[in-house]
């Protein structure tokens, strides 16, 4: 039975009181899809980085977000900001 996966991750943000909140981000790779799904939807990354480790991780940097496998699946999808907030 096939399936299509949904394309939606998450980021993992700190709340005020110091607790932690997932923010849903649509059209990410989702935990799960193959890396031969993500080339498909996203085309080839910006960069691949060497894998690492055992089990192997893998990222791939895109404009704007970065993949982690472990082997051929995604692990999670993350967003990456181009600043940062100021601190006082």
């Given at each position: ?20 909140t ?18 498909r ?25 970065s ?19 100021e601190?006082?």
């Amino acid at each position: 039975m096939g399936g299509v996966a949904a394309t939606a991750s998450a980021d993992i943000l700190r709340t005020p009181d110091g607790g932690f909140t997932v923010q849903q981000k649509e059209g990410l790779p989702a935990r799960g899809q193959t890396q031969t799904a993500v080339l498909r939807d996203h085309g080839e990354p910006e960069k691949r980085h060497a894998t690492v480790g055992d089990p192997p991780i893998t990222r791939w940097d895109y404009a704007g977000f970065s993949v982690v496998f472990e082997g051929e699946f995604v692990l999670h999808s993350a967003v990456r900001g181009e600043s940062r907030p100021e601190r006082p």
